[in-house]
């Protein structure tokens, strides 16, 4: 070892070298990390985080402005003086260090290992880089762009964990939205916080990001697993926060009160703060009518440095009436700090101890999951050792003793202590109710508590991953209780013992079984019955369907008893107040599951390839390219392969299963190759949506980079433009034939499978490709890794273009829908230098065979209807409305358009324009806007029913036309040849705002309309290019719009918004939507995407009903629209300003609502809204007009209400089947509504 010192004055000190010198040329640590694991590189950074025998350094290299990576020197040659420096201080936060070794992995973090540094040498000191600040969301998109890196995450807070760090501990942290991340305190050789104290409330992290993917040595994939790793004790920033001391309670009505205690930590001044209490705005329970002794708003102020906690008391009422369980949230918010968790304490309030609540009337299977689904599926969990915790200390633990599921045994467990590792000594582990090879493999459903329960190792091996299912006694092979099993058939007591067949599973078998004990056979049932309403796409329904009729039994055989539901109100409690609804209403499992399991619900193309092989999923998106065994399909968040050639689905292709149609297809996921693919389509089981979708843009990238990174763009359209062909010899391409290619960055094959139309081509020496990227990596079936063997897939000779020809080709039919609905109009264009009537392109007369409208961009009349003039000739850029009784087709060659400069150019005028891409190709809409040195507005693509934003500027070969806002004045736009100047764009890229939510419009099932609101800091409070305008929507049957807050400084066809985002910093958003529909009818609201943050509210307010909806807790909403648009109020914010925002809103007279389910069995539920404080009287009359029960009579708040009748008269009897009528009186308006009861 050979240690030298060079001292330069005021400076550095440099450290040389221990080991060898470096092989070779040093490198940035991003290209080092791309690099095949095992590869020798050298690299210098600068140490951000230095402790025992680990370093990280980071240099500027990578995506985020920073790459690093971890040194690890546990053990090795060069271990000791390693530590010795880390020791000494000569290896600290600022040191720049170069080192020289091999890669590896381990569970996911890329680390010079141990034995596999060859050398290291300090270089200087200095400052360690800033740290970058980012968000618990940030990580979770992005999270293997940040790994190693320093970061800074502010307001951040423990979920369940006190006292102080343990080393090898995994904690769980949250932040404000309510996402959560592994907080790991590794062993005491990595960092120094073990045995400090866990901080109270609010704290801002300031270290490096992990990774522990759970795949062991040598695995980099999968890119999930990142966890904050706390280094040095001021890793941790502690904040001024208030909290409550406690998350929940349960009562019964008429109990004792209930209080809750407010505190406050960090506070180091004697400056008197506040805190404001108030019942939030998802309470079921009403504060004044079912509790009483609590004022809400109230605020509370606390002096002093060390301030006492401020107690709250609520006293629950007993109101007489059968609600079954209701819930009564109270929630914090100031201004003069943070809030902790927990910031929300909820009350429970049951009828009686195994009460009963009727959550969703009427509905059943399919519709009623989906209203289930939008209110209490995939709730937000504690992560795995955070749940297990929760339940082993509290939940599940009755006075020290945690009984197993299957067994009964009775483990002890002390509550303040480490309860699962005192556990799984006594050899009780978790089981999954629902097995995790099924679905519940990955969070958030892994940790899911309502699956989640303690089991004896033995009966959980034995129950695998087998179905629950009635075993014959004579069939049994082994009888589990306790800790005890037998093969014989226990003589007594066998309903408390668990029944199996079939081998452990160390070597599962075909066809094993499971039969719990008795008492939990309800239990299994209804977790069961829950993991398939709120994890569909994960859930393998099919199992399900294999137990389904079993469960359904159990299920009535083992009701809900005061043990199970008291435990699941306290599970919901811990994960967003979303409770188990087959465990609060026992009539759901039948309404839901007696018809049979419905399929999966549509999830996102990135979502589905989450999810792996063999999984089942539903798709949607659009048909990029049709190869001969399958389309390849494309959302916004990425792209997959349908791979059928069989049935119908195999017959369509090419014909209605063609490009541009938008596809929902169902089918199991498998890996070919590499490639993954989805499989296995029935015959129903796909649908066509539409036709003529506009394709998604198509990333300009080089091989060199699809080489690297090409599986982020797998079976998704890609751009690589001006690289050679390797035509071995070939004029023509030939079909199954790999060409190789080359472009300076890289090389990769040009693949023309079999049956390619691009077969027979002529071959360039070099071309641009718009095609889709396959894979072949020649692994064999089932194969994921590795990731190499990407190919450009030439499918249609219009997949390569070579040097533009002096004429462009036309070959294009469109077609339309009803001529007598204004939908059925299409957007026409032609490309080239064409100067053709549009006449001369229709059959029959204009007025009667056809109309064509083109847009002159004025406010006023925009629309100039067909009047033979000159303006309805096609000219280069220009396009038309029209609709024919007949389809419009054109077969010519028109010149190609002039090119100059690398670009052509079109004529723009102010506003609105229908314009069209003269270029034979297709060009990018971020290389528009970079040649037009300007921000431009979306470019908006017709669907055939209304406009999306699209970034691919089609070429007007397919016909197409498009919309686009010119509010800067031009009075030209130019079109580059190239998109190599436009912006990358990957096809999972996702928005960052705020408080962003997407409302979609439905009518007769399928979206037809959407908005999106949302906050961004940078945001603007006028017109910016976050926002984005609504298109015009005269030919769409249903249109969906939000009032621009700047609409009195526009023209009036800017002032309706498709994307409105505000600035950040205010408690809430007030959002004024406006739907229209073409005919009269109903038309379903649902929420597309909400904030993840439980702490955002999000409600609908219908001005005409003054009606909230909370779009969380009630699911979509329906409602009647028309051609005069509806102003709905859409509410986004903290529950304090939602909540005083819709009391704002309230009818200008009563308003009823029809009454639900009508007919009727068990009980109807009848929901009413008063303008202001009245009194009211609700009764129910016979045919003779005999009053026969009244339900509500006294004086009643301003606002929503709801009342319940259960077909029994005033002395509790029931009434006959038959014809009745529920009369509203208040002191201005009668209302009466027809109902039938039917026994």
Known sequence: MNWSRWWPVGLVVIIVAVGVAPAQAQQSISEARDEPLGTEVTVEGTVTRAYGAYARIQDESGPTGASAIVIRQTSGSNSMAFQDAIEAGEIQPGTTLEVTGSTSAFNGIIQINNDDLGSFEVKAQGEPPSPQTVTLEDLSQNGEEYESELLRIEGLRFVSASGTFANGTTYTVEDGEGRTREFRVQNDDETEIGGTSIPGGVFAFEGVLGQFNGGGAGADEPDEGYQVIPVRKSDLQSSLSFSFNRLFARTE?????????????????????????????????????????????????????????????????????????????????????????????????????????????????????????????????????????????????????????????????????????????????????????????????????????????????????YPYTEIDDSNAERWIRAKMVQSESPSTERGTYTESVGNTCGSPSDDGQFEPRHSRKGDVARAAFYFAMAYPNRADLSFLETQRETLLEWHREDPVDATELRRSLAKASYQGNRVNPFILDSTLAERAYEEGVPGPGMVAIADAREQGAGQTVTVEGVVTRVGPEGPY??????????????????????????????????????????????????????????????????????????????????????????????????????????????????????????????????????????????????????????????????????????????????????????????????????????????????????????????????????????????QFDFRPGRGFWVLSTSDWSVETTIPTVNVQNGETKIPLHDGWNIISNPL???????????????????????????????????????????????????????????????????????????????????????????????????????????DLVAPPSRFADLSLSVRAPFADAVPERQDQL????????????????????????????????????????????????????????????????????????????????????????????????????????????????????????????????????????????????????????????????????????TDEKQHVEKVVLVR
């Open 253 to 465: 009505e008429g109990g004792g009160s209930v209080s809750v205690q407010v505190q406050v930590f960090n506070k180091e001044t004697d400056e008197d703060i506040s805190v404001t209490a108030e019942v939030g705005p998802a309470s079921t329970a009403k504060n004044g009518t079912d509790v009483t002794g609590f004022d809400s708003p109230q605020t509370l102020t606390f002096s002093g440095t060390d301030p006492e906690p401020k107690t709250l008391t609520l006293d629950p009422v007993d109101d007489s009436e059968q609600e079954g369980v209701e819930r009564l949230e109270v929630v914090l918010s100031t201004d003069d700090g943070d809030v902790s968790s927990p910031n929300r304490f909820t009350l429970w309030i049951l009828d009686n101890p195994t009460a009963q609540s009727p959550l969703v009337a009427g509905d059943s299977n399919e519709v009623l999951l989906d209203s289930l689904r939008q209110r209490y599926g995939n709730p937000p969990t504690l992560g795995y050792d955070a749940a297990r915790d929760s339940l082993y200390r509290s939940i599940l633990n009755e006075q020290g003793t945690v009984e197993t599921i299957y067994g009964g045994f009775q483990a002890t467990a002390d509550p303040d202590g480490d309860a699962t590792t005192q556990l799984l000594d006594q050899d009780v582990n978790t089981e999954h109710l629902w097995p995790r090879s099924k679905g519940a493999e990955e969070e958030p459903a892994l940790s899911n508590m309502y699956i989640l329960a303690p089991a004896w190792s033995e009966a959980n091996s034995y129950r695998c991953n």
């Open 633 to 870: 399909l494309q959302d916004d968040t990425g792209a997959l392969y349908v791979f059928e050639t069989s049935g119908s689905f195999g017959q369509n292709l090419g014909g209605t299963i063609r490009e541009g149609t938008r596809l929902e297809v169902t089918g199991t996921l498998e890996f070919y190759n590499g490639l993954l693919e989805l499989t296995g389509v029935a015959e129903n089981g796909y649908e066509v949506l539409s036709q003529d979708s506009p394709l998604p843009e198509a990333p300009t990238l080089t091989l060199g980079e699809i080489a690297q990174g090409g599986d982020a763009y797998e079976s998704a359209l890609v751009q690589v433009e001006d690289f050679a062909i390797e035509a071995g010899g070939d004029k023509q391409f030939q079909e199954d034939t790999n060409y190789p290619i080359s472009d300076g960055s890289g090389e990769l094959v040009l693949r023309v499978p079999k049956g390619a139309d691009l077969a027979g081509a002529d071959i360039p020496d070099r071309a641009t490709f718009q095609g889709v990227l396959g894979q072949f990596n020649d692994a064999g079936v089932g194969a994921d890794e590795p990731d190499e063997g990407y190919q450009l897939l030439g499918l249609a000779p219009d997949d390569l273009e070579a040097e533009l020809s002096g004429e462009t080709t036309v070959d294009v039919t469109r077609s339309f829908g009803d001529p007598s609905t204004v939908d059925s109009y299409r957007l026409v264009a032609l490309p080239g230098q064409v100067d053709q009537a549009l006449a001369s392109t229709l059959s029959g007369e204009a007025g009667v065979g056809w109309q064509a409208y083109w847009d002159d961009g004025s406010d006023q009349d925009p629309f100039i209807k067909f009047d033979g003039g000159d």
């Open 920 to 1026: 034979p190709r297709n060009v990018q809409w971020s290389a528009v806007q970079s040649a037009n040195e300007g921000t431009l507005r979306a470019l908006q693509a017709w669907d055939g029913s209304s406009f999306q934003e699209t970034s691919t500027f089609v070429s007007a070969v397919e016909g197409e036309a498009f919309y686009f806002l010119n509010d800067q004045e031009l009075e030209q736009l130019a079109i580059p040849l190239s998109s190599s100047e436009g912006t990358i764009t990957n096809v999972a890229t996702e928005s960052r705002a705020t408080r962003t939510v997407e409302l979609v419009a439905k009518r007769k099932g399928r979206a037809t309309a959407r908005v999106e609101v949302g906050e961004h800091p940078a945001a603007a409070d006028g017109k910016d290019g976050q």
């Open 1058 to 1225: 498709a994307r409105d985002v505000r600035p950040t910093g205010t408690p809430g958003q007030t959002y004024t939507l406006a739907l229209r529909a073409d005919t009269t009818g109903p038309v379903t609201l649902r929420a597309a995407s909400l904030p993840q943050s439980p702490q955002v509210d999000v409600s609908l307010v219908d001005p005409a009903t003054g009606r909230s909806h909370d779009l969380r807790t009630d699911g979509p909403m329906t409602l009647t629209a028309g051609p005069d648009p509806s102003r709905i109020q859409l509410l986004v914010g903290r529950s304090s300003y939602v909540a005083s925002e819709a009391d704002e809103r309230l009818p200008e007279s009563l308003t009823v609502q029809a009454p639900a389910p009508n007919p009727f069995r068990n009980q109807i539920t009848l929901k009413y809204a008063l303008p202001e404080a009245q009194d009211v009287t609700v009764a129910v009359f016979d045919l003779l007009g005999r009053r026969v029960r009244t339900l509500v009579e006294g004086r009643q708040e301003a606002g929503p209400h709801r009342v319940s009748w259960d077909g029994m008269n005033a002395s509790q009897r029931q009434l006959a089947s038959g014809a009745y009528f529920l009369r509203v009186s």
